[in-house]
């Protein structure tokens, strides 16, 4: 009896040597291609070393790292494909990311996801608000500020378009939709959002003179400082440098397993006015 109780703790522990080999392996290879900025490789493979560290105490701090990783794939995945103009795509993207960082509880990497989501909306919804689909245009930008609230661009884009289905319909509700959008715009105090701000409380005035005239039956012609439909947004940059590698895979060891760096972007969250011309594609996770 004593023989085979040593024998099935011997087994037991070949066992679970060799599932912490395995882990520490599909690591490395994780790490590997995501340094190669293989992210779709990257993060399958992080995937795997969650699942089958999951009841590995050995390899707790390999699926830490696996679970601070996986967001930033998807992150940089979406920006890949909004440099390619595959902008559904990189919402898809995007919004993986939110879900595994809301899933692993990293608002910080959650929060990144989102303002990129909210730049790539805005491309969509100028496109559309040019086209004077207002309605349509709406409902992007709408998706757009949900994401991240901080997009004064994006709120004022949504206003217009609110103010601009009222002169298609007459119907008042879409006005007073668009000046509450403005006049949360133009109650922003923090001198990044100052110009965004003053463009709010230029087009409150415009917009409401507009809906005078048009209660009263009178047309009133656009100023040119005030033009009713938004440049598009210039195509988003490709990332311009391939984030930091991890080094070489090394052997399968706890202590020397690679770790790649966490999700990162030079992009400032809610700066007003910020476009994709000017802030550019996710450039690296660091």
Same mark, same amino acid.
């Given at each position: ?20 080999? !395995? ?32 009841? +590995? ?30 902008? +559904?795509?990189?919402?898809? $993207? ?28 805005? #491309? ?5 608000? +040019?086209?004077? !689909? ?10 757009? #500020?949900?994401?991240?609230?901080? $997009? ?103 202590? !020397? ?30």
């Amino acid at each position: 009896m004593k023989k085979l109780f040593i024998t099935i703790i011997a087994l037991f522990t070949v066992v679970t040597l060799s599932a912490q080999e !395995d882990v520490e392996t599909i690591y490395n290879e994780a790490a590997a291609a995501y340094g190669a900025r293989n992210f779709t490789e990257a993060a399958a493979k992080f995937e795997k070393v969650v699942e089958l560290g999951a009841d +590995n105490d050995e390899a707790t701090r390999l699926v830490a790292t696996a679970k601070k990783s996986l967001p930033a794939c998807y992150f940089m995945l979406g920006g890949e494909a909004a440099r390619n103009k595959n902008y +559904n795509v990189a919402l898809k $993207n995007f919004e993986k990311s939110v879900e595994l960082a809301e899933l692993y509880e990293d608002t910080q990497a959650r929060d990144k996801a989102r303002v990129w989501m909210a730049k790539v909306y805005k #491309l969509q919804g100028d496109k559309v608000l +040019n086209n004077k !689909d207002y309605a349509a245009a709406a409902t992007v930008f709408e998706k757009g #500020l949900a994401a991240d609230p901080d $997009n004064t661009g994006v709120a004022l884009n949504l206003a217009a378009s609110y103010c601009e289905m009222f002169m298609s319909s007459g119907d008042v509700a879409w006005y007073e939709r668009g000046m509450e959008v403005y006049e949360a715009v133009a109650a922003r105090t923090d001198f990044k959002y100052a110009d965004d701000a003053a463009k709010a409380r230029e087009k409150i005035t415009y917009y409401t003179n507009k809906k005078d005239a048009k209660l009263k039956g009178a047309a009133v012609p656009v100023p040119v400082s005030v033009p009713v439909s938004v440049p598009v947004s210039a195509p988003v940059s490709a990332p311009a440098a391939a984030p930091a590698a991890p080094a070489t895979p090394i052997a399968p060891a706890p202590a !020397d397993a690679v770790v790649p760096p966490a999700a990162d972007s030079t992009a400032v969250a809610g700066s007003a006015g910020v476009t994709t011309e000017d802030a550019g594609v996710p450039e690296s996770a660091e």
